[in-house]
């Protein structure tokens, strides 16, 4: 039984590395891009849903909407100002810019919202369904995550695989040149991905804090940087990889720190990650793709 | 020319003096970033005495002045040597641990004296034969701890939660395991976190749940103690809490649900409800003043500008005299003297700068503070 509470628990924190991870991965998919800010975009959205609830009270459903629709809007400014000047420039100065935005996103927080620790009013209430007569429980939040994991899942995989716009993205993705000779407007696409990856940051923000209720400007680095390992264990740019890689990471990460070490919980985890990439170079599914020279 | 200048020089100062001019008296603070809720209160403190001395209008009078350090070590060290510019003659060091470590080197080597409100841990003091602290050191509180969770048979089977990347945490734990089986308790559980994985706490509180801990011992600061409160909630289990003075602030996060602290109990040298009459005065002045009850870095900043005010009339140090004339002045007091505050009675100072006094245990109840004895 202890067993199997300790596995809900790597569950619950997986699901929250996957709806991150989710983010990195299709960005990555499509732009070819490793977006370091996603982690602070992921914070801006927990704030902004923050005001919206405990602030104005606004519903929490409105909460969060407000929340993608201003992290979409940031998402699209910062591709506009950051990455699209540097489209044409080697990949490691975007990588090194993404850091920036990272930077510049966690100060601007501190200086608007100061550094205080706020506690995040769950969007669903700290509730939890138990089971065997309450011997187990799984949290509204853990389930409401995994749902809405699966959710963004479906309808993302639907639309880069069945709509025009998806068939660009993932032209985009094999060839940027071919497909701007195709007729398909590169740039744009890249930001409407943005757009998309932004958009779902936010909604990964509030499930965040609704289930680990402190929210400062550094809130979204350290959950960012476990999903993208989450997302590169899955297979980077693979999107059920990505919910699968975060799962994974969540229930090791809980094992390791129950039947290993509390202290050496993280060293268990990227030695698992090591050992993963070793047998399987581009992750658990990710394709392993040979360049024709 | 140059005789007459000395001369007016001389007037000026003799003029000084006898006019009472102020001591400059100075501190590092994280007035700004996620530990201000300490630094703020620590000043506000230190404030308050400073305008009730200077308005008695006796010999000693101070000018105090704040700069931020946002708890950061470098920055720590650049707003001391502002302050050292400014002219500063008796120090306050820093509110935390981890700068305060940066500026008690430097007033060593300055020969500036100072007294840190309540950067707590060993190694701001070691070495260093005038910098004192007013709050306990981190071993000290440890066995604090232990000494009174036995001493009221709180329980007898204790789990302890700390951080693995943090001396203060780490300090205070080592002591407290250590102590605790020579008094009758029982470690059953002893689990870590650390930086990066500070946001799920079931492994840790599962292991205490099935131990079967009587009470979790808590020595962090309150951020990460929030969310084990919440998922402990979360889990239905319901031991008895026990924390350390960094606990204290809890209440004040914003949007924190107050009924998750009840029955929270910790260890500070303070209580605001106390009916001491010093201590009535400096709440009343102090709620008035920020309208929100003082925490134990209030009262430690206010004691601190008290004590040096003792030991300069008992020094009868002048404030013509350079920090490095005041210094030895002020080390010779603090090793001799019995100092009484709203942070304790006969407070006294052992050479290495450790202080001695009774902590005393705090229960929470409806949101506030209450003196458990």
Same mark, same amino acid.
């Given at each position: 039984?202890?067993?199997l509470n300790?596995?809900?628990?790597?569950?619950?924190?997986?699901?929250?590395y996957?709806?991150?991870?989710?983010?990195?991965?299709m960005?990555?998919g499509?732009?070819?891009?490793l977006?370091?800010a996603?982690g602070?975009?992921?914070?801006?959205?927990a704030y902004v849903?923050f005001y919206a609830v405990?602030?104005?009270?606004?519903?929490?459903v409105?909460?969060v909407?407000?929340?993608m629709?201003?992290?979409?809007?940031?998402?699209?400014?910062v591709?506009r100002?950051a990455?699209?000047p540097?489209?044409?420039?080697?990949?490691?100065?975007v990588?090194?810019?993404a850091?920036g935005?990272?930077?510049?996103?966690?100060?601007?927080?501190?200086?608007l919202?100061?550094?205080?620790?706020?506690v995040?009013?769950?969007?669903i209430?700290?509730?939890?369904?138990?089971?065997?007569?309450?011997?187990l429980?799984?949290?509204?939040v853990?389930?409401?995550?995994?749902?809405?994991c699966l959710l963004?899942?479906?309808v993302?995989?639907l639309?880069?695989?069945?709509?025009r716009l998806?068939k660009?993205?993932?032209?985009?993705?094999?060839?940027?040149s071919?497909?701007?000779?195709m007729?398909?407007?590169?740039?744009?696409?890249?930001?409407?991905t943005?757009?998309?990856?932004s958009g779902?940051?936010?909604?990964?923000?509030?499930l965040?804090?609704?289930?680990?209720?402190?929210?400062?400007?550094t809130?979204?680095?350290l959950p960012?940087?476990?999903?993208?390992?989450?997302?590169?264990?899955?297979?980077?740019g693979?999107?059920?990889?990505a919910?699968?890689?975060?799962?994974?990471l969540g229930?090791?990460?809980i094992f390791a720190?129950?039947?290993?070490s509390?202290?050496?919980s993280?060293?268990?985890?990227?030695?698992v990650?090591?050992?993963?990439?070793?047998?399987?170079?581009?992750?658990?599914?990710?394709k392993?793709v040979?360049?024709k020279? | 020319?140059?005789?007459?200048?000395v001369?007016?020089?001389l007037?000026?100062?003799l003029?000084?003096?006898?006019?009472?001019a102020?001591? &400059? $008296?100075?501190?590092?603070?994280?007035? *700004?970033?996620?530990?201000?809720i300490y630094?703020m209160?620590a %000043?506000?403190g230190?404030?308050?005495?400073?305008?009730?001395i200077?308005?008695?209008g006796?010999?000693?009078?101070?000018?105090l %002045?704040y700069?931020?350090? *946002?708890?950061?070590a470098?920055?720590a060290?650049?707003a001391y040597?502002?302050?050292k510019?400014?002219?500063?003659q008796?120090s306050l060091g820093?509110?935390?641990s981890k700068?305060c470590?940066?500026?008690a080197a430097e007033?060593?080597?300055d %020969?500036?004296?100072? $007294?840190?409100?309540s950067a707590?841990?060993a190694?701001?003091?070691? !070495?260093k034969d005038?910098v004192f602290?007013?709050?306990f050191?981190?071993?000290n509180?440890?066995?604090a701890?232990?000494?009174?969770?036995a001493?009221?048979?709180l329980?007898?089977?204790v #789990?302890?939660i700390? &951080?693995?990347?943090d001396?203060?945490?780490?300090?205070?734990?080592?002591?407290?395991i250590?102590?605790?089986? *020579?008094?009758? $308790?029982?470690i059953v559980?002893d689990?870590?976190?650390?930086?990066g994985?500070?946001?799920?706490?079931s492994?840790?509180l599962?292991?205490a749940? *099935?131990k079967g801990a009587e $009470?979790?011992?808590l020595p962090?600061?309150?951020q990460p103690?929030s969310l084990?409160?919440?998922?402990?909630?979360?889990?239905?289990?319901?031991? =008895?809490?026990?924390g350390?003075? !960094?606990?204290? !602030?809890?209440?004040t996060m914003?949007?924190?649900?107050k009924?998750?602290?009840e029955?929270?109990?910790?260890?500070?040298?303070?209580? #605001?409800d106390?009916?001491?009459?010093?201590?009535?005065?400096?709440v #009343?002045?102090? =709620? =008035?003043r920020?309208?929100?009850?003082?925490?134990q870095?209030a009262?430690?900043?206010?004691?601190c500008?008290?004590a040096f =005010?003792q030991?300069?009339?008992?020094a009868?140090?002048?404030?013509?005299?350079?920090?490095?004339e005041?210094c030895p002045?002020l080390?010779?007091?603090?090793?001799?003297?019995?100092?009484?505050g709203?942070t304790?009675e006969?407070?006294?100072?052992?050479?290495n !700068?450790?202080?001695?006094k009774d902590p005393k245990g705090m229960?929470?109840?409806?949101g506030?503070?209450v003196?458990?004895?």
């Amino acid at each position: 039984m202890v067993f199997l509470n300790f596995f809900i628990s790597g569950i619950s924190l997986g699901s929250i590395y996957a709806i991150i991870a989710l983010g990195y991965t299709m960005v990555y998919g499509i732009a070819k891009m490793l977006n370091f800010a996603h982690g602070d975009v992921i914070m801006v959205g927990a704030y902004v849903c923050f005001y919206a609830v405990a602030r104005y009270e606004l519903p929490p459903v409105l909460g969060v909407l407000i929340a993608m629709l201003l992290c979409t809007f940031l998402g699209i400014i910062v591709e506009r100002l950051a990455y699209k000047p540097l489209r044409q420039a080697p990949s490691l100065a975007v990588l090194i810019t993404a850091i920036g935005v990272s930077y510049f996103l966690q100060n601007a927080a501190l200086l608007l919202w100061s550094s205080n620790p706020k506690v995040f009013p769950s969007i669903i209430g700290r509730g939890a369904y138990k089971l065997f007569d309450g011997a187990l429980s799984v949290s509204h939040v853990t389930v409401l995550t995994i749902v809405t994991c699966l959710l963004i899942m479906i309808v993302l995989s639907l639309f880069i695989n069945k709509t025009r716009l998806g068939k660009a993205m993932r032209a985009c993705s094999e060839d940027k040149s071919a497909a701007q000779l195709m007729g398909i407007n590169v740039n744009a696409t890249i930001s409407l991905t943005f757009a998309i990856g932004s958009g779902l940051a936010a909604v990964a923000g509030a499930l965040l804090c609704s289930a680990y209720p402190t929210l400062m400007p550094t809130t979204g680095s350290l959950p960012g940087i476990k999903a993208f390992t989450a997302a590169v264990f899955g297979g980077i740019g693979s999107i059920p990889g990505a919910f699968l890689g975060g799962l994974m990471l969540g229930v090791i990460e809980i094992f390791a720190k129950a039947y290993i070490s509390s202290q050496l919980s993280d060293a268990v985890v990227f030695a698992v990650l090591i050992i993963v990439l070793l047998v399987k170079p581009a992750g658990l599914l990710g394709k392993q793709v040979t360049e024709k020279v | 020319m140059k005789k007459i200048f000395v001369c007016t020089a001389l007037v000026l100062a003799l003029a000084g003096s006898a006019f009472g001019a102020p001591f &400059k $008296l100075g501190g590092t603070a994280p007035l *700004t970033g996620g530990a201000a809720i300490y630094g703020m209160a620590a %000043r506000n403190g230190a404030q308050i005495a400073v305008d009730e001395i200077n308005a008695a209008g006796g010999d000693i009078t101070f000018e105090l %002045r704040y700069e931020d350090d *946002t708890h950061d070590a470098e920055k720590a060290v650049n707003a001391y040597n502002a302050l050292k510019d400014w002219g500063m003659q008796v120090s306050l060091g820093s509110v935390t641990s981890k700068p305060c470590e940066a500026t008690a080197a430097e007033n060593f080597a300055d %020969r500036i004296f100072a $007294l840190t409100p309540s950067a707590s841990s060993a190694a701001v003091t070691e !070495g260093k034969d005038n910098v004192f602290q007013m709050c306990f050191v981190d071993p000290n509180q440890g066995s604090a701890s232990a000494q009174y969770i036995a001493e009221k048979k709180l329980a007898t089977k204790v #789990a302890v939660i700390w &951080k693995n990347d943090d001396v203060y945490s780490k300090g205070i734990r080592d002591t407290f395991i250590e102590k605790a089986p *020579t008094l009758g $308790l029982e470690i059953v559980s002893d689990m870590t976190f650390a930086d990066g994985n500070d946001t799920d706490f079931s492994v840790q509180l599962t292991d205490a749940q *099935t131990k079967g801990a009587e $009470l979790v011992f808590l020595p962090m600061y309150y951020q990460p103690a929030s969310l084990i409160l919440a998922q402990a909630q979360g889990m239905g289990y319901a031991p =008895k809490w026990f924390g350390v003075d !960094g606990m204290d !602030g809890i209440l004040t996060m914003e949007g924190f649900d107050k009924s998750l602290a009840e029955g929270v109990m910790l260890l500070t040298p303070f209580n #605001a409800d106390s009916t001491d009459p010093k201590t009535v005065a400096f709440v #009343a002045e102090y =709620k =008035k003043r920020f309208n929100e009850v003082p925490n134990q870095f209030a009262a430690d900043g206010y004691d601190c500008v008290y004590a040096f =005010k003792q030991a300069l009339e008992n020094a009868k140090a002048n404030p013509d005299q350079d920090a490095d004339e005041i210094c030895p002045l002020l080390i010779e007091q603090f090793t001799t003297m019995v100092f009484n505050g709203v942070t304790g009675e006969n407070v006294r100072w052992s050479a290495n !700068g450790e202080v001695t006094k009774d902590p005393k245990g705090m229960v929470i109840q409806n949101g506030a503070y209450v003196g458990l004895d």
